[in-house]
């Protein structure tokens, strides 16, 4: 039983488009929000992370939108682009260490 | 710094083989943990280790031993092969208790196929 829905499973959008992936949780005592980007063949790297205090965090095209009462967050990619096409995991932990992660989803950006 | 290695990169495995993967790391991180990724299922925790001597289950530890006699050296081992374990397999690790230490480190996987 996944803690972290994620959807949806996979999006395409056009060069330049809006990627909005979503995820949410249950257990309330999460509170670390990373989301991780993975490239075919490798692991994932930490792209973005929130912690609960803050409704949102922008660190470039990428923002995490958090929402505590309805207990989602979700990343948004803005003005997408090719090299952006990756597999993109949220996750939450109540430590540093043990991170539960979503089912994935897998991005396309066309040119 | 290499980050966090793993060895092998790929590996065939007959039923009932038993076998260990290599994660090292040399960032010095205190916490290393072993995750298993299979199609739409995102990653799973198998094991975990806050120190030296000190290793815990994740969510799914059946099947899979670990030990941790060193901070750099975490080795996952499959006493007895099944092909419930083909996967592909990941080592991370992190810090605890620095500005920014949040991130786990993920190693490159390795692809395991148990026939």
């Known amino acids: 039983q996944q803690q972290v829905k994620q959807s949806p499973q996979s999006l395409i959008v056009q060069k330049g488009g809006i990627s909005i992936i979503n995820c949410a949780y249950e257990?309330?005592?999460?509170?670390?929000f990373p989301w991780y980007q993975q490239f075919p063949g490798k692991g994932p790297a930490l792209l973005i992370a929130?912690?609960?205090?803050?409704s949102e965090k922008k660190e470039g095209r990428f923002t995490i939108s958090f929402n505590k009462s309805a207990k989602q967050f979700s990343l948004h990619i803005m003005d997408s682009q090719p090299g952006d096409s990756a597999t993109y995991f949220c996750?939450?932990?109540?430590?540093?260490?043990?991170?539960?992660f979503g089912a994935g989803t897998t991005v396309t950006v066309r040119a | 710094n290499a980050g966090v290695t793993q060895t092998p990169k790929f590996q065939v495995l007959k039923t009932g083989q038993s076998m260990t993967l290599q994660c090292a790391q040399d960032?010095?991180?205190?916490?290393m943990s072993w995750y298993r990724q299979d199609p739409g299922m995102g990653l799973r925790l198998i094991h975990y280790?806050?120190?030296?001597?000190?290793?815990d289950q994740g969510e799914v530890p059946n099947g899979y031993n670990v030990s941790r006699s060193t901070t750099e050296d975490f080795p996952l081992r499959l006493l007895s092969a099944a092909p419930s374990q083909t996967s592909v397999y990941f080592c991370?690790?992190?810090?605890?208790?620095?500005?920014?230490?949040?991130?786990?480190?993920f190693g490159p996987g390795t692809r395991l196929t148990v026939l």
């Open positions: 991370a690790s992190s810090s605890p208790g620095l500005a920014g230490s949040d991130t786990q480190y």
């Open positions: 257990n309330t005592a999460f509170d670390y």
């Open positions: 929130i912690r609960p205090d803050v």
């Open positions: 996750a939450a932990s109540i430590n540093d260490y043990k991170l539960s």
């Open positions: 960032m010095n991180h205190e916490y």
């Open positions: 280790s806050v120190g030296a001597g000190i290793t």
